[in-house]
């Protein structure tokens, strides 16, 4: 299947799949993703107050001072001109004033009576500046970090209803791994075991050391079994290696065996093009999904970016976000009729793209010191001065790039 089709389908079976909204209060909802779209419950503000501290004053100087309203007051109107009262920033002013006037640019009389000239622009926030009542702020899909918290408490919420994020599990397969120690005597060290639970949180999953499985040996009986438990306990399970057909590639037939439909079974993209995405009925018959992802370590991130990224969002209620691009600094070869994902360094400055060194599927020096994926599309070759989408590798959920 094509890239660009396979990342769709992937987002469009995510948001069939996606659970119910839950109401959680505010300082549980970081990290989720917002149900539906954030209106405000009153006008912001919702009352008059003073950006500054100073003297809420009707009509013209001298001012007479009646008293003195602090933030959290309800202050008495000013009913006559020539009158003031002493105001501090965020208090609420009160019915009939003029204006206010900065302490700072203020005097006082022999007789105690304040003088000064009010500024040209008023120093104080009208109801509705910010928004009225009933205003969309926010749409559904909106990721919630902590700016949105605290929106959302300004508009008087206690909770929010959020699409909670999913939980994974990590079943590694291979008894040719180690776990532990350097690569010796025909046995390669897991780095995925290790590094794809970290992608996967970087995407919205909750995943932790618990939830990553094996190695698991080389039999049918083991992956299945290694696959029902974890579609137990997970609406996504992330499997690395046996996606081929080879002597010791299990995963299609435990598949089979546990009645999944593919959504996706191998994609048009170099590196990593033996991935797939699979649904499986969960024993509450919701639909769960089994990630495979290849067994060489660049391919399985790009399988990650490439599948399981999208589906993420789908299974959040969030859009597939659209691709940033930059202009390449250096040629990139083309894959033929495949996308070429092609691991890039960004200039911030100059929104430039430089191929890494070190790409191979079964390499991760390249991928250490990489921004993203440049996609140079089937039949073209990436040329200096070419501008390419780019799939950024993820930040942490909540943080936004620059």
Excluded: K
């Excluded at 690569?183 to 618990?210: E, K, N």
């Excluded at 590196?271 to 919701?286: E, S």
Aim: one cysteine or more; a negative charge; charged letters at 20%.
């Amino acid at each position: 299947m094509a890239w660009a089709e396979a990342r769709a389908r992937v987002h469009e079976a995510g948001r069939a799949a996606a659970p119910d909204p839950v109401e959680l209060p505010l300082a549980e909802t970081d990290g989720q993703t917002l149900a539906g779209p954030l209106s405000t419950l009153t006008d912001l503000p919702a009352f008059p107050t003073s950006s500054v501290d100073g003297w809420a004053v009707r009509g013209a100087a001298p001012w007479r001072v009646l008293g003195r309203v602090l933030a959290g007051g309800t202050p008495a109107p000013l009913t006559a001109d020539g009158t003031a009262v002493e105001i501090a920033t965020g208090a609420m002013l009160p019915d009939g004033a003029d204006g206010v006037l900065r302490v700072e640019e203020s005097g006082r009389t022999a007789e105690g009576l304040v003088t000064g000239a009010l500024r040209p622009a008023p120093e104080w926030r009208a109801p509705g500046e910010e928004a009225h009542a009933g205003e969309e702020l926010l749409p559904a899909g909106t990721p919630v970090d902590p700016g949105v918290i605290g929106l959302a408490a300004s508009c008087g919420y206690d909770t929010l209803r959020v699409r909670r994020s999913p939980r994974a599990n990590l079943i590694v397969f291979g008894d040719e791994l180690l776990t532990a120690g350097r690569p010796a005597a025909g046995r390669v060290r897991d780095s995925l075991g290790p590094a794809v639970p970290s992608w996967l949180r970087r995407y919205g999953c909750a995943i932790d050391a618990s939830d990553v499985v094996g190695p698991v040996a080389d039999t049918l009986a083991a992956h299945v079994a290694a696959l029902r438990e974890g579609l137990s306990r997970a609406e996504l399970v992330c499997t690395t290696g046996g996606t081929m057909h080879g002597p010791v590639d299990h995963l299609h037939p435990a598949l089979r065996e546990l009645g999944a439909e593919y959504v996706v079974n191998t994609v048009a993209v170099r590196p990593g093009f033996p991935m797939l995405l699979a649904r499986v009925a969960g024993p509450d018959g919701r639909p769960r999904f089994v990630a495979g992802l290849p067994g060489n370590p660049q391919s399985a991130i790009i399988a990650v970016v490439s599948l399981v990224a999208p589906l993420l969002a789908g299974l959040r209620g969030r859009p597939v976000p659209e691709l940033p691009r930059a202009t390449l600094a250096e040629p990139v070869p083309g894959r033929g009729d495949q996308t070429h994902l092609a691991l890039v360094r960004i200039d911030p400055v100059r929104h430039t793209a430089h191929p890494v060194r070190h790409v191979g599927s079964a390499m991760l020096r390249g991928l250490a010191s990489a921004d993203g994926f440049a996609v140079i599309r089937p039949g073209t070759r990436g040329e200096p001065g070419d501008e390419v989408p780019v799939v950024p590798l993820p930040l942490l959920p909540g943080e936004r790039s620059g």
